[in-house]
């Protein structure tokens, strides 16, 4: 067997490895709780924002510039200097936490604002004409009809941007804090690769099984008639 895999091998199969507040549930625990937190925040962000915008037709360079420019962010950068100013106002974990937290809502907000804001635009415009002829509100069309027709979109946006987050959680761990980032920095601080890929194939897994989670809750939460049209 090939020395890699072998070492891989082994770090799943010590038992260490899966006990205790470093072993792999633990960590997988606390990367998925920074992840589900920035996508909550990035969420009531980007969702209100991009249906306003796509709405009112207002503020269309914020979903596309803005968001383009959130995305050549630099992830390390932004921790580094949230940090250094954070820093001496936040006391205890939280110092090192909300850095973290603040890279991964920015890198989430833009494929979430994009996919509510185009997910708006696509609604059938005959759908919105009935709607406004019937008496219904500006208020009324965005909820009753553009949102149920931006659905689809919405949670595409929220799928991509889950993804990347769980990908990028991994920096936590160069700040101290826990994840599955902490195999990926120590294995590489030890020169354990073993480690170092077996914590990959962890985020990698964990990933898949958020995504699949999310396309659950999207097959529920669309109606089967967008899903076809969208099809």
């Given amino acids: 067997m090939n020395a890699a895999l072998l070492a891989t091998w082994e770090w799943f199969t010590d038992p260490a490895n899966w006990a205790g507040s470093g072993g792999i549930p633990s960590q997988t625990i606390a990367h998925l ?41 630099p992830s390390l950068g932004v921790l580094f200097i949230a940090v250094l100013l954070l820093l001496p106002r936040l006391k205890g974990e939280l110092a090192f936490e909300a850095p973290a937290l603040i890279v991964l809502v920015l890198l989430a907000v833009p494929p979430i604002l994009s996919g ?15 709607a ?21 979109l919405i949670m595409s946006g929220v799928r991509s941007a889950m993804l990347q987050i769980i990908a990028t959680a991994t920096i936590a761990a160069i700040v101290g804090l826990g994840g599955l980032g902490r195999y990926l920095i ?14 990959a194939l962890v985020v990698a897994a964990l990933a898949l099984l958020v995504d699949l989670v999310l396309a659950a809750i999207q097959r529920l939460a669309v109606s089967p008639g967008l899903t076809q049209g969208a099809r």
């Avoid at 059938?124 to 004409?129: G, K, L, S, V």
């Avoid at 406004?132 to 689809?152: D, I, K, Y």
């Fill in 132 to 152: 406004r002829g019937m008496g219904m509100t500006g208020s009324q069309v965005l909820s009753q009809v553009e949102l149920p027709g931006a659905l689809p």
């Fill in 33 to 73: 709780r920074y992840s589900l937190i920035a996508l909550v925040i990035a969420a009531l962000i980007a969702i209100p924002l991009g249906l306003w915008v796509g709405h009112t037709g207002k503020g269309r360079w914020l979903a596309v510039n803005i968001t383009g420019a959130f995305r050549a962010i």
């Fill in 186 to 199: 120590d294995g590489q601080a030890s020169r354990d690769y073993g480690q170092m890929a077996g914590g």
């Fill in 116 to 130: 509510t804001y185009a997910g708006v635009q696509a609604t059938d415009r005959a759908a919105r004409d009935a």
